[in-house]
């Protein structure tokens, strides 16, 4: 079987990194998949304090870099791909990329999840003319303009607290009276004079000629909608949705199991419904879906895929 990986994994976030490091370091015949940039979420995000032993200066790039050099090491060969399209019917697994097909007798899938857009008028035409997902890789561009950040979960409020340090002026607009992000994370952002609220609104519409000009909101408790024009020496300002995530996992539609979300159900061993295709990371069903959590369930994954591969072939 010449031509056959013993392992292929799906995605090179955290997940498929972890696994990957395992399955190479257990001398298998490993291959990464990635069809965008190394590094899934995690690089958009300055900050990583909570994953134990990154300290003040972890960055995601930079967690990520060593990750990868790491599954380098150990041999683990990386590919450029996006799968269209899995046979998971045979013994041997297909995986049909956009440039090339590949062969495993096991798979991992760890292709994570991406932002959820708010899904209102005007988003997705003024994408990166004023609408940004990413923080890290945009605030920049916003450096002493007004932001609005939309949400009120963790990363909405935490990316708001890194806003703070380009942007004149923070707003998150959040659609209840309180926030969801944890208490310790709520508290920095309270503390924070540039950061103000909005609380019970939405964003109904985002306007602009090639760049965002200007944002309606609307009140959820009294119905009223304001427009928020851009200051006219500033001519735009900042809108970055953190409203959560969604799997990417149409691809494997119909042929695992997904919960209704779309997330992949799988066992405490990383086993999905069909015999030799395991899940790691954000895509799976779980209660925290963090870098930590992420990078141990792609060690479960290698493990029990190895031990699977051990017995069936
Ligand atoms: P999330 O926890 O699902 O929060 C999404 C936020 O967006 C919620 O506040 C929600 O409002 C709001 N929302 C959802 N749909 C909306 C819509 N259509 N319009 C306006 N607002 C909308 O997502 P997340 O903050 O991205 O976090 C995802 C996961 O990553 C969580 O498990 C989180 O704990 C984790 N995370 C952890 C850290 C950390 O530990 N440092 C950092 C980032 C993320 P409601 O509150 O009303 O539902």
Redesign the pocket.
């Known amino acids: 079987m010449e031509n056959v990986y013993d392992i292929v994994i799906i995605g090179a976030g955290p997940g498929g990194l972890a696994a990957g490091l395992y399955a190479a370091r257990a001398k298998m015949k490993t291959l990464i998949l990635e069809k965008d940039k190394t590094g899934g979420q995690i690089v958009t995000?300055n900050e990583v304090?909570?994953y134990p032993g990154s300290i003040q200066e972890a960055t995601g790039p930079s967690l990520i870099a060593r990750m990868v050099e790491q599954t380098e090491e150990f041999g683990a060969e990386r590919k450029k791909d996006t799968v269209m399209d899995v046979d998971f019917t045979e013994k041997i697994k297909v995986i049909k990329g956009e440039k090339e097909e590949y062969k495993a007798k096991a798979v991992i899938i760890a292709s994570g999840a991406t932002p959820?857009p708010?899904?209102c008028p005007g988003e997705k035409k003024l994408t990166g003319k004023g609408v940004s997902y990413c923080a890290t890789c945009d605030a920049d561009f916003f450096t002493d303009l007004e932001v609005f950040v939309?949400?009120?979960?963790?990363?909405?409020v935490?990316e708001a607290m890194y806003l703070t340090k380009f942007a004149r002026k923070v707003t998150i607009v959040?659609?209840?009276d309180e926030?969801?992000?944890?208490k310790s994370?709520q508290d920095k952002a309270f503390k924070n004079e540039k950061i103000n609220f909005m609380w019970d609104s939405?964003?109904e519409e985002i306007k602009g000629d090639g760049i965002v000009e200007s944002v309606v909101f609307k009140n959820k408790k009294t119905e009223e909608t304001t427009e928020y024009h851009a200051d006219e020496e500033d001519g735009t300002f900042g809108i970055f949705p953190?409203?959560?995530?969604k799997p990417q996992s149409d691809v494997f539609k119909d042929k695992i199991e997904l919960n209704e979300g779309g997330y992949v159900i799988t066992d405490a061993d990383m086993k999905t419904d069909v015999e030799g295709v395991f899940a790691a990371g954000d895509i799976r069903v779980k209660s925290?879906?963090?870098v930590v959590t992420a990078t141990a369930d792609g060690a479960i994954a290698a493990v029990a895929a190895e031990k699977y591969i051990e017995n069936n072939f």
Do not use: K, M, P
């Not at 953190?242 to 995530?245: A, D, E, Q, S």
């Open positions: 995000t304090a909570n959820r708010i899904g939309i949400g009120g979960g963790d990363s909405a935490e959040h659609r209840r926030l969801r992000a944890a994370i939405v964003v953190f409203v959560g995530y925290l879906r963090q």
